[in-house]
C-alpha cells in the first residue's frame, strides 16, 4: 500500500474542499458534539497499487468511531485515478461504497487469481465487500468520482 499524507491545509487540501463541496455539503454533526467539518484529508498516490491519487477525506477523529474508518468519502477528482485490487481480510473488515457523485467501474475477486467480475457504477449505486473478497475502484468518467465508504469490523 502506499504511503498516506495527511492534508489539513494548503493549495491542494483547498482545491479537494473545493471540488467536493460542488456536490456535497461537507458537515458532521455527531451525537452531542457541535456540527462541524471534515477532520483532515488522507492522500495516497498509487493507493495499493492503482493509478493516481485517491483522497480519503476524513469526517471523525481517531477514537471517535470504530476502527476510525466508518463515515469516510473517497475521492477520486480525476479520469484513471484508482484504488487497485486489494482485501481487508487481515482486520476482518467488509466495506460499502455509497456513490455520491461521478461514474466509476467497480472490480471484484475471489483470491488473488481469481476472475475478475466488473460493474459500472454512477450515483446511488451501493456495493457490498466481503472481508475475504479483492475489490478495486477506478473513476472512469470526466467528473469527481465521490464515494461514501462505511466501513464494518468484526472481530
Known amino acids: 500500500m502506499a504511503d498516506?499524507?495527511?492534508?489539513s491545509e494548503g493549495a491542494e487540501f483547498d482545491h479537494?474542499?473545493?471540488?467536493v463541496s460542488k456536490y456535497i455539503h461537507l458537515y458532521v454533526m455527531a451525537f452531542e458534539k457541535s456540527?462541524?467539518?471534515?477532520t483532515r484529508i488522507d492522500k495516497r498516490e498509487n493507493m495499493y497499487?492503482?493509478?493516481g491519487i485517491v483522497y480519503m477525506i476524513q469526517m471523525f477523529?481517531?477514537?471517535?468511531?470504530?476502527?476510525?474508518?466508518?463515515?469516510?468519502?473517497?475521492?477520486?477528482?480525476?479520469?484513471?485515478?484508482?484504488?487497485?485490487?486489494?482485501?481487508?481480510n487481515e482486520k476482518n473488515e467488509?466495506?460499502?461504497?455509497?456513490?455520491?457523485?461521478?461514474?466509476?467501474?467497480y472490480r471484484e475477486r475471489t483470491g488473488m487469481q481469481g476472475s475478475?467480475?466488473?460493474?459500472?457504477?454512477?450515483?446511488?449505486?451501493?456495493?457490498?465487500?466481503?472481508?475475504?473478497g479483492y475489490h478495486s475502484i477506478e473513476n472512469t468518467g470526466n467528473e469527481p468520482l465521490i464515494m461514501f465508504?462505511?466501513?464494518t469490523n468484526n472481530p
Open 4 to 7: 498516506t499524507l495527511i492534508l
Open 94 to 105: 467488509e466495506e460499502l461504497y455509497v456513490v455520491v457523485h461521478g461514474t466509476g467501474e
Open 61 to 88: 477523529g481517531h477514537n471517535e468511531l470504530a476502527n476510525n474508518r466508518l463515515a469516510a468519502y473517497m475521492v477520486l477528482l480525476n479520469n484513471g485515478d484508482e484504488s487497485g485490487f486489494h482485501t481487508h
Open 16 to 19: 479537494v474542499i473545493q471540488e
Open 49 to 51: 497499487g492503482g493509478n
Open 116 to 132: 475478475v467480475r466488473k460493474k459500472t457504477l454512477q450515483k446511488g449505486d451501493i456495493t457490498a465487500i466481503s472481508s475475504i
Open 35 to 38: 456540527e462541524r467539518t471534515i
Open 149 to 151: 465508504v462505511i466501513t
